[in-house]
């Protein structure tokens, strides 16, 4: 069974472009999960979607972030502009059903470390 | 509101000996799962074992266990026959009705 993909693996940008990272789940598993994992931090949850709709967005810094699920499969998450606190490893995350249903188990990929110069 | 604490830092084990790695948290719900993941340097988060808070029976898999104490909060992981590969990064995370809260990690180094 193939993992969770993301890409790119790597990203260098200067503050104020903007960029996008690429998640692929699972096949089949219908929620999916955006992290941003600061340096000698643990990994801290961006938004949650179930399907193609968000469940959860509240600790999405709305005004530069901006995420979607389209066809409930693939998502992006996109920084613009960016700023220098935005570096960071990108983990995306799938699950088999909703969180809530308690046995749920979240499958990461490897990641985009993105750099913010 | 959940949060986890790993005061460890760092760790060290001698190859094929056993360390625990500590954690503790708090949580108002009274239903939920306590995990520890391994990041290794490739940095995919890696589950390595699971804890339904409502089981009293400490979670085992293979060389990984764990000490649940429910009272005091706490949630040590205990790494027996420790081997080079269990080099990485440890989170100990917690989870209620919603999505997972991480510690800040635990860096184990395995020395041959």
């Known amino acids: 069974e193939a993992g969770v993909a993301q890409s790119p693996r790597y990203k260098i940008i200067e503050k104020r472009q903007s960029v996008a990272f690429w998640c692929n789940p699972i096949?089949?598993?219908?929620?999916l999960y955006w992290y941003q994992q600061i340096l000698g931090q643990g990994p801290k949850l961006l938004i949650q979607f179930q399907n193609n709709g968000v469940v959860d967005d509240s600790q999405l810094p709305k005004d530069r972030f901006s995420a979607e699920r389209l066809k409930g499969v693939d998502s992006t998450l996109k920084i613009q502009p960016a700023k220098l606190e935005d570096s960071a490893v990108y983990l995306c995350a799938s699950s088999l059903t909703f969180w809530g249903s308690g046995e749920n188990i979240q499958y990461f990929g490897a990641g985009t470390r993105l750099s913010v110069l | 509101a959940q949060t986890v604490t790993q005061s460890q830092p760092e760790m060290s084990v001698q190859e094929a000996e056993t360390v625990t790695l500590s954690c503790t948290y708090d949580t108002s719900e009274s239903d939920y799962y306590l995990f520890w993941y391994k990041q290794p340097p490739s940095r995919q988060m890696i589950l390595v074992i699971r804890?339904?808070?409502?089981?009293?029976q400490n979670a085992t898999e293979n060389r990984f266990s764990v000490n649940f104490q429910k009272a005091a909060k706490s949630f040590s992981l205990k790494i027996s026959d420790s081997q080079l590969g269990d080099a990485a990064m440890y989170f100990c995370?917690?989870?209620?009705?919603?999505?997972?809260?991480f510690g800040t990690g635990t860096r184990l180094t395995v020395i041959p």
């Open positions: 804890q339904e808070a409502y089981k009293q």
């Open positions: 995370a917690s989870a209620g009705a919603n999505n997972l809260f």
């Open positions: 096949s089949g598993h219908a929620t």
